[in-house]
């Protein structure tokens, strides 16, 4: 039997999560990335039980568990420094049967494409979806080197998802939210800290160590779209968050304006159709952008692949059955988190000075009453664990 043969565009952390898993499941993989090479990104993302154990499909999961740097106490603060709720790593693990780790995108991308085999990623390779395909005839992608026909098309290319708009030309797609985050990793200061989200008024700040040692920083701020400092971003952080309890100042003061990244927060707010139509099927944000306030869209675009590879039986010439499957697992499961994201982002991003007291007051009373209030936010999200083939299949 021929092996068939999977495109996916884009090797974000879901394009490549997703090639694996197909691989894995018996395909033959090729990822077309536009980037000229995969360059590490200046940023970090935070892996919850429910992707660490996606990624154990993939026998990656424990390789990810040994990444975990937070080890002890932490939680929620005022930018005076004052503790609204507290928790604890411990308590995380218990919860929901994992640690919670951050690490350096660009580890997670390299334990990924150690995977794949030479040449199964192809860089400076932009790529158009011509054909979406049907149950008769392949998907095509044009790409400068000439078409590619496939047995399946993954669109995994990100918020402006070019297959998404070909897919579905008269969906509004993305939204802009009003809001804007800056990230950043800098060396630790000398002064010990507990790792923290910090609510301001209108604004947050998020302070997370590394293994490596380094810290990932993080801020959310409500700006127009397209909004850019006069200066430079690390002088619009000093600005908004140079006041700021330790270890903001040390941090900014550490940072170089060139390691900053900015970008708008967009979300899918009106849900897809579907994440398929012929033989091509969306993930990550291309399928549902969310707001990055619980820390979900890598976990779930790491959870859609490995759901869709679970479906996809290589050698099945009608993949409908297959992709409408993955459709209706993962739809109704990401636009709940998108919801519970954007909830999350006004909860922690309240302007008013009156409504920002009343927040306050409210998580520190509910703290102390029911301890762990921080942790139950994740409940339906963190517990999540993927399917599992019957014995039949």
Same mark, same amino acid.
């Given at each position: 039997?021929?092996?068939?043969?999977?495109?996916?565009?884009?090797?974000?952390?879901?394009?490549?999560?997703?090639?694996?898993?197909?691989?894995?499941?018996?395909?033959?993989?090729?990822?077309?990335?536009?980037?000229?090479?995969?360059?590490?990104?200046?940023?970090?993302?935070?892996? =919850?039980?429910?992707?660490?154990? =996606?990624?154990d499909v993939l026998g990656l999961g424990d390789d990810i568990r040994a990444l975990a740097a937070w080890q002890g106490g932490g939680g929620l603060r005022a930018p005076s420094g004052r503790w609204l709720a507290r928790t604890d790593s411990a308590a995380a693990a218990?919860? %929901?049967?994992? #640690?919670?780790?951050?690490?350096?995108?660009?580890?997670?991308?390299?334990?990924?494409?150690?995977?794949?085999?030479?040449?199964?990623?192809?860089?400076?390779? #932009?790529?158009?979806?011509?054909?979406?395909?049907?149950?008769?005839?392949? =998907?095509?992608?044009?790409?400068?080197?000439?078409?590619i026909a496939a047995d399946l098309v993954v669109g995994a290319d990100g918020i402006s998802s070019a297959v998404r708009r070909a897919l579905f030309p008269a969906h509004p797609g993305p939204v802009h939210t009003g809001f804007t985050t800056w990230r950043m990793i800098?060396?630790?200061?000398?002064?010990? %800290?507990?790792?923290?989200?910090?609510?301001?008024?209108?604004?947050?700040?998020?302070?997370?160590?590394?293994?490596?040692?380094?810290? +990932?920083?993080?801020?959310?701020?409500?700006?127009? /779209?397209?909004?850019?400092?006069?200066?430079?971003?690390?002088?619009?952080?000093?600005?908004? %968050?140079?006041?700021?309890?330790?270890?903001? #100042?040390?941090?900014?003061?550490? /940072?170089?304006?060139?390691?900053?990244?900015?970008?708008?927060?967009?979300?899918?707010?009106? /849900?897809?159709?579907? +994440?398929?139509?012929?033989?091509?099927?969306?993930?990550?944000?291309?399928?549902?952008?969310?707001?990055?306030?619980?820390?979900?869209?890598?976990?779930?675009?790491?959870?859609?692949?490995?759901?869709?590879?679970?479906?996809?039986? #290589?050698?099945?010439?009608?993949?409908a059955p297959a992709l409408a499957a993955y459709t209706r697992d993962r739809l109704p499961r990401t636009m709940d988190v998108v919801r519970r994201s954007a909830r999350a982002a006004r909860t922690a991003l309240l302007a008013p000075a009156p409504a920002t007291a009343?927040?306050?007051?409210?998580?520190? /009373?509910?703290?102390?009453?029911?301890?762990?209030?921080?942790?139950?936010? %994740?409940?339906?999200? =963190?517990?999540?664990?993927?399917?599992?083939?019957? +014995?039949?299949?």
């Open positions: 039997m021929e092996q068939p043969h999977a495109v996916v565009i884009g090797a974000g952390v879901g394009g490549l999560t997703a090639a694996v898993a197909l691989r894995q499941s018996g395909w033959q993989v090729t990822v077309l990335e536009r980037a000229a090479t995969l360059e590490p990104v200046g940023a970090g993302i935070s892996l =919850a039980p429910n992707a660490q154990r =996606a990624l218990r919860r %929901f049967g994992g #640690p919670l780790v951050l690490l350096h995108r660009a580890t997670l991308a390299g334990l990924l494409t150690a995977r794949l085999p030479a040449g199964a990623v192809r860089t400076g390779t #932009p790529a158009t979806l011509a054909d979406p395909g049907t149950s008769g005839r392949p =998907a095509t992608v044009t790409t400068p080197h000439g078409d800098v060396p630790a200061p000398r002064q010990p %800290f507990a790792p923290h989200e910090t609510w301001g008024s209108g604004q947050l700040w998020g302070t997370q160590p590394l293994q490596d040692g380094r810290i +990932y920083a993080y801020a959310s701020a409500a700006a127009p /779209a397209r909004d850019r400092a006069p200066d430079d971003e690390k002088a619009e952080l000093l600005r908004r %968050f140079g006041t700021w309890h330790h270890p903001v #100042p040390a941090l900014l003061a550490a /940072a170089g304006p060139e390691a900053i990244l900015r970008h708008d927060v967009h979300v899918m707010a009106e /849900a897809l159709p579907a +994440y398929h139509r012929g033989r091509t099927a969306l993930l990550g944000d291309a399928a549902h952008a969310m707001h990055p306030n619980l820390g979900q869209g890598g976990n779930q675009a790491i959870e859609d692949a490995v759901v869709l590879a679970h479906h996809l039986t #290589p050698g099945e010439r009608d993949l009343l927040r306050d007051g409210a998580i520190t /009373a509910a703290s102390r009453l029911a301890p762990g209030l921080l942790l139950r936010g %994740f409940d339906g999200i =963190a517990d999540w664990r993927p399917p599992a083939r019957t +014995y039949a299949a």
